[in-house]
């Protein structure tokens, strides 16, 4: 670049140190981000909102974190994970608004479903325990991972129930009864979204009889070319509501919250690449 005789704005150059920190880092607090700059919190503030407007950072819910919006990295840096808590984190925000029940975005790892997002912060009727970006759910249990497994293709299904069947915990019983998870799968398919099993309680391992965390919950997957990224679920206290009466309440709203996000996915091209 040519020598140019002129100023360099300060508070631009702060903003850029921001964004390339957030770009190394992936996320980051608020304090995180004073630590690695330097510069105040209130400064870093007024940057992180400025850069939010202009869509170059977006703020996660479930722990507070900022990271960089994917329009900042190459297709081949972002995990579909990572593109789709972003996608779907303004929507749980507007569900909340509307349901006032916590919701929680999950995606399917190789043996159980990971939760990367929660409303849970902003409902006003019920908020879930403390647990950390990441959390392990069971995949054969909870509503989340049985609408994964109904509505993934059939050669994904039949690569995870195969290698659910190898892990000999008392978590993957029902793998091995494979006339059960057909019955399952089949049920989920034509309710069109998922339950919690009998059995489950909310703990990976255990079942409700030594766990329970007093919650029903609903789901449905986000399909993509043919894909499931993820599940989006509504859950809620089993004293407030029934599950016949939370599916009547609630299932629309939870459907076009789904839809919302599947095509946003799709127009932000997720699934390609």
């Known amino acids: 670049m040519r020598q140019y005789r002129v100023k360099t704005i300060d508070s631009l150059a702060r903003g850029l140190e921001v964004l390339r920190v957030l770009q190394e880092v992936r996320a980051a607090s608020l304090h995180d981000l004073h630590l690695a700059t330097g510069i105040p919190k209130a400064t870093l503030t007024r940057i992180l909102v400025t850069a939010h407007q202009h869509g170059l950072v977006w703020q996660r819910m479930v722990d507070g974190a900022f990271l960089p919006s994917h329009t900042l990295r190459s297709r081949r840096e972002t995990d579909d994970g990572e593109w789709l808590v972003e996608i779907a ?23 159980h479903m990971e939760t990367l997002e929660t409303n849970s912060s902003r409902t006003y009727f019920d908020a879930l325990p403390q647990r950390p970006h990441g959390f392990r759910v069971n995949m054969l249990g909870s509503a989340s991972g049985r609408a994964y497994l109904a509505f993934c293709p059939d050669q994904e299904l039949e690569a995870v ?34 339950v919690r099993a009998p059995d489950f309680g909310g703990d990976h391992d255990r079942p409700r009889s030594e766990v329970d965390d007093g919650r029903e919950s609903i789901a449905m997957p986000v399909r993509v070319d043919g894909r499931v990224v993820g599940c989006i679920n509504l859950t809620w206290r089993r004293q407030a509501l029934s599950l016949p009466t939370a599916v009547q309440r609630h299932l629309e709203d939870l459907r076009t919250a789904v839809r919302t996000v599947e095509q946003r996915a799709r127009e932000a091209g997720l699934g390609h690449g």
């Open 89 to 111: 984190s303004p929507v749980l925000g507007e569900l909340s608004r509307r349901l006032q029940w916590p919701s929680v975005v999950s995606v399917p790892r190789l043996d």
């Open 161 to 194: 129930l195969a290698r659910l069947r190898l892990r000999k915990d008392p978590a993957y019983r029902l793998a091995r009864d494979d006339a059960a998870v057909r019955r399952m799968i089949e049920a989920t398919r034509q309710r069109g979204y998922g």
